[in-house]
């Protein structure tokens, strides 16, 4: 198993999360999505693989060329997770033991609280992935979650197209409609004193209109 991690100017945090997965994992591949800080520099301290960007291009881009990386080295699992610190290492096991009884994709799904996320964050996240199950076929209450566990038969002849944070909904659908089990494993929700990179209304408006290109219009 290999772990994909996109980053982007997340220099202060990104060395803790490959240290903290790599006793998980028999690699990590870091895809510096154009930052302009040492991102790639102390992920390559810490031991990952790292794949340079020019510039910044979008997490959906990121993940396709880390993912390429991944496949590359024959595995048979690929770990995603998000570069900021707001997973937890420690869960990575539970994401694990979901894959090994069967599922093709196990995603970490948050537990939102109005009271310690942000409010636009819980309403984009709530109120989208409500929507965007109806497109998946069955219920995710996290369909954003970036910390997921897919098996590499499913993503070697994926077509995945996404440049932004749509990648995640773009996976769910297209897994879905290939008839890959999706298991749910509640992980924490952990937020970081840095703003996130997600623009909760545009970013979840966007991901929901391609939500129809993916599930309707696409025949892959």
């Given at each position: 198993m290999w772990a994909v991690i996109p980053a982007y100017n997340e220099e202060a945090r990104i060395a803790s999360v490959v240290r903290g997965i790599a006793g998980s994992v028999a690699g990590v591949v870091v895809v510096?999505?154009?930052?302009?800080?040492?991102?790639?520099?102390?992920?390559?301290?810490?031991?990952?693989?790292?794949?340079?960007?020019?510039?910044?291009?979008?997490?959906?881009?990121?993940?396709?060329?880390?993912?390429?990386?991944?496949?590359?080295?024959?595995?048979?699992?690929v770990l995603f997770i998000d570069g900021d610190g707001q997973h937890r290492p420690e869960e990575v096991p539970a994401l694990i033991g979901a894959a090994e009884e069967g599922a093709g994709l196990v995603v970490g799904e948050r537990q939102f609280s109005r009271d310690q996320m942000p409010r636009s964050r819980y309403y984009a996240n709530v109120i989208g992935s409500r929507a965007l199950s109806w497109f998946i076929g069955t219920e995710v209450r996290d369909t954003q979650s970036g910390f997921r566990l897919v098996g590499a038969d499913w993503l070697r002849s994926l077509p995945l197209t996404a440049t932004g944070y749509e990648i995640e909904t773009e996976m769910l659908i297209r897994l879905a409609r290939r008839g890959a089990s999706i298991v749910r494993i509640p992980v924490a929700a952990v937020y970081a004193d840095a703003p996130s990179k997600l623009r909760p209304l545009r970013d979840t408006t966007r991901t929901c209109f391609l939500a129809v290109k993916y599930r309707f219009l696409s025949r892959a």
């Open positions: 510096d999505d154009g930052s302009s800080d040492g991102t790639a520099r102390e992920a390559e301290r810490a031991g990952a693989e790292v794949i340079r960007r020019p510039s910044n291009g979008g997490k959906g881009a990121a993940i396709r060329a880390g993912l390429a990386a991944a496949l590359a080295h024959g595995c048979t699992h």
